[in-house]
């Protein structure tokens, strides 16, 4: 199993960024798949997840109403468009896909907020 993020960056407060999450060694579409993220000092936390064939989606209440995940199964890719950005975002993020009882992580890629 791979997992390769890359799109974060820094933005200035209420701009917006697109994370993309490439993944390989499993059956992709059969996975749920989540986005996570880790502020410094702070616990690893769930941002969101969507289903395998994205019937279902689930975000924390902290980003509800700004951040969208999205999948595309052809091309084994999962997204995270962010928007209205606020510096309580700063973290690193990571995608994730827990399969047989085992969590699989990204190198994650780092989102900056700030003026």
């Known amino acids: 199993v791979q997992l390769v993020e890359s799109g974060g960056g820094l933005v200035q407060p209420g701009g917006s960024l697109r994370l993309s999450c490439r993944a390989s060694g499993f059956t992709f579409s059969s996975y749920t798949m989540s986005w996570n993220r880790q502020a410094p000092g702070k616990e690893r936390e769930l941002v969101a997840d969507?289903?395998?064939?994205?019937?279902?989606?689930n975000y924390a209440d902290s980003v509800k109403g700004r951040f969208t995940i999205s999948r595309d199964n052809a091309k084994n890719m999962v997204y995270l468009q962010m928007d209205s950005l606020k510096p309580e975002d700063t973290a690193a993020y990571y995608c994730s896909v827990r399969r047989n009882g085992v969590s699989y992580w990204g190198q994650g890629t780092t989102v900056t907020v700030s003026s």
């Open positions: 969507i289903t395998s064939f994205s019937r279902r989606t």
